[in-house]
């Protein structure tokens, strides 16, 4: 190795050491508690500061650094992870199916914790229109949509587990 590569190499070793627990805990919220995920998003992370350390500038602290590259591989990976828009009406229907949520007594029990946006593009969803049909009546951008309809799909089966907990 080369002096140059090798002062490079310490630095990243230092820099990861310096911020391994924080890397690993942004990557742990980003996999909801998922280890395995966890450890693979740790691993892109790592992979990605290596690959941009050359755009690290010594004026910005270091750990806001750190915090700003990996929040930016995890937003990619989160972009990249979205189910395909012809995918996500079914992910709903299988969301509100009565098995999945146990034969619950209705659509309205069910979406009574989302908010008036959120059920609305419920509504419209198993009512068959389509992503960009849905944009274009609630004034949104076809991504807006997509991910929100994401976010509900997340938020119908984490409020499923706490009500089958209770039971």
């Not at 990605?48 to 910005?60: M, Q, T």
């Not at 750190?66 to 969301?95: F, G, Q």
């Not at 938020?155 to 499923?160: A, E, G, H, Q, V």
Request: hydrophobic share 40%.
């Amino acid at each position: 190795m080369t002096d140059e590569l090798e002062q490079l190499h310490a630095f990243y070793t230092a820099l990861v050491r310096r911020n391994a627990p924080l890397i690993r805990w942004l990557c742990l919220r980003q996999a909801d508690g998922d280890n395995a995920l966890c450890n693979d998003l740790v691993q892109e992370v790592l992979l990605g500061l290596w690959l941009h350390l050359d755009s690290y500038r010594r004026e910005v602290p270091e750990r806001v650094w750190v915090i700003w590259k990996t929040r930016t591989i995890l937003y990619d990976y989160r972009r990249h992870r979205l189910p395909p828009p012809e995918r996500l009406a079914y992910e709903v229907a299988d969301c509100l199916a009565e098995e999945t949520f146990h034969a619950r007594e209705s659509l309205d029990e069910l979406t009574a914790y989302l908010t008036d946006e959120e059920r609305a593009l419920v509504q419209r969803q198993l009512d068959g229109y389509n992503i960009a049909e849905i944009a274009g009546q609630m004034g949104l951008t076809t991504n807006a949509v997509y991910k929100r309809m994401h976010h509900v799909i997340k938020k119908l089966r984490k409020i499923n587990d706490i009500i089958n907990k209770r039971q």
